[in-house]
């Protein structure tokens, strides 16, 4: 059991419509990050939180947006959907100020058409 | 601009063999080394880490090494075992104000034939 969910698992959107993705944390995880993953690539790192604010964001467009909750929870909203955002979105966590061995969720598949 | 390479987009060994999955890097602000492994349908798991200050790492069957002035690092697996059939990630962080971030290879698949 890896103590991050992330729902749903799969999800088929529009061109040009807005998605959620949800993740529900470890429990005392205090640090979420967000990471794209295409076909045959490794994951890219979209953004991270602590405590609810963003804190470091990789090379992606402002309609990647995020929050995360103080239970825990987190969302990552993508707007105006693309061909291209079509990939494996990945959450993963970790309590700041131990190792680097963030625990991922198994992702959600979205598809956009 | 890819920081981190992974060559290899696959790899297979005899089942008892020793599995090196090798891993560069162009950035010599990278100060922290992870390997990950992935099954179908599930995340990556961590499996081992090293520090810049280090240039070994073992954990069981599990043996990292760095050659920092090679921009090298390589994830030793000995016996192999049908079991760590997988894809591995190399990843890399420490840069500065990043807020964490781990920049990935694109990915070894490793298969160990029994």
């Known amino acids: 059991e890896t103590g991050v969910t992330q729902s749903p698992t799969h999800l088929i959107k529009t061109r040009g419509q807005q998605v959620t993705l949800r993740c529900s944390s470890q429990?005392?995880?205090?640090?979420v990050s967000w990471y794209q993953q295409a076909l045959g690539q490794g994951p890219q790192f979209i953004f991270q939180?602590?405590?609810?604010?963003?804190?470091g964001r990789g090379n992606f467009p402002p309609r990647f947006s995020g929050l995360q909750f103080p239970n825990y929870s987190s969302e990552l909203n993508v707007n105006a959907l693309e061909l291209d955002d079509s990939a494996l979105y990945l959450c993963?966590?970790?309590?700041?100020?131990?190792?680097?061995?963030?625990?991922f969720g198994s992702g959600t598949r979205l598809t956009v058409v | 601009d890819q920081q981190v390479k992974q060559n290899s987009p696959s790899l297979s060994v005899q089942e008892g063999r020793i599995s090196i999955l090798n891993c560069d890097y162009t950035?010599?602000?990278?100060?922290?080394f992870l390997w990950y492994k992935k099954y179908p349908a599930e995340g990556p798991t961590f499996l081992i880490s090293?520090?810049?200050?280090?240039d070994k790492n073992e954990d069981g069957r599990f043996t990292v090494f760095l050659n920092k002035s090679a921009k090298h690092l390589s994830l030793h697996i000995v016996p192999s075992q049908p079991g760590d059939s997988a894809v591995y990630f190399c990843?890399?962080?420490?840069?500065?104000?990043?807020?964490?971030?781990?920049?990935f290879g694109q990915g070894t698949e490793l298969s160990v034939k029994p």
């Open positions: 993963a966590s970790n309590h700041a100020g131990t190792d680097y061995g963030y625990t």
């Open positions: 429990s005392g995880h205090n640090t």
């Open positions: 939180y602590y405590r609810e604010e963003e804190n």
């Open positions: 950035n010599s602000m990278f100060d922290y």
């Open positions: 090293i520090s810049s200050i280090k």
């Open positions: 990843a890399a962080s420490g840069l500065g104000n990043q807020g964490g971030k781990l920049i």
